[in-house]
T-cell receptor, first 116, second 113 residues
Framework: DGGITQSPKYLFRKEGQNVTLSCEQN?????MYWYRQDPGQGLRLIYY???????QKGDIAEGYSVSREKKESFPLTVTSAQKNPTAFYLC???????????????FGEGSWLTVV | GENVEQHPSTLSVQEGDSAVIKCTYS??????FPWYKQELGKRPQLIID?????GEKKDQRIAVTLNKTAKHFSLHITETQPEDSAVYFC????????????FGKGTLLTVNP
């Protein structure tokens, strides 16, 4: 959805460096998510947040960290502990908790991270 | 946790034919099943979804069917067109309060003109 802005779109990182991906939404959505996409792997959940100042680990949280200090912002930091960080990262949001028809997940444009 | 299996991984059809993509899920508590279409290099976009209290839902050339007993659901695209070519993902809600989606690995659909 056009109301979810991710930046940068392309990012190159040297091994051993941390990098932060930005995600901002102006949809007034309560919940936000970070997914990672690798070829042939589908989308895997890294972290999610259902409300400000609260977030939970997803299925592949190791090597990542997040914060949710404002409702509209959910930045993701890829740390040097992430062994294979090269991937396409998708931020998403949903209006409220409790996914269902009319309250589903909408994605941002994504950020490509390459480790060089 | 929830596990979603999606088949086939690739599907090639002739323009005008129908395409069917199937998914199974493991968590009997899941009750929301969306389908997303992703074109190359772009974000996934919702194309249709279904709740567990509904067996079938249709939107023009796209339909989704759900069999809760067997824990599988399918996407049907009729009269396929070249612009239907994309990767399609199924997903199922999981967690006690439906707070996240678990995705299948995707199906690359190619519609040949």
């Amino acid at each position: 959805d056009g109301g979810i802005t991710q930046s940068p779109k392309y990012l190159f990182r040297k091994e051993g460096q941390n990098v932060t991906l930005s995600c901002e939404q102006n949809l007034n959505h309560d919940a936000m998510y970070w997914y990672r996409q690798d070829p042939g792997q589908g989308l895997r959940l890294i972290y999610y947040s259902q409300i400000v100042n609260d977030f939970q680990k997803g299925d592949i949280a190791e090597g990542y960290s997040v914060s949710r200090e404002k409702k509209e912002s959910f930045p993701l930091t890829v740390t040097s502990a992430q062994k294979n960080p090269t991937a396409f990262y998708l931020c998403a949001s949903s209006p409220r908790q409790g996914l269902t028809s009319g309250n589903t997940i909408y994605f941002g444009e994504g950020s490509w991270l390459t480790v060089v | 946790g929830e596990n979603v299996e999606q088949h086939p991984s690739t599907l090639s059809v002739q323009e005008g034919d129908s395409a069917v993509i199937k998914c199974t899920y493991s968590d009997s508590a899941s009750n929301y099943f969306p389908w997303y279409k992703q074109e190359l290099g772009k974000r996934p976009q919702l194309i249709i979804d279904i709740r567990s209290n509904v067996g079938e839902k249709k939107d023009q050339r796209i339909a989704v069917t759900l069999n809760k007993t067997a824990k599988h659901f399918s996407l049907h695209i009729t009269e396929t067109q070249p612009e239907d070519s994309a990767v399609y993902f199924c997903a199922a809600s999981s967690g006690g309060s439906n707070y996240k989606l678990t995705f299948g690995k995707g199906t690359l659909l190619t519609v040949n003109p």
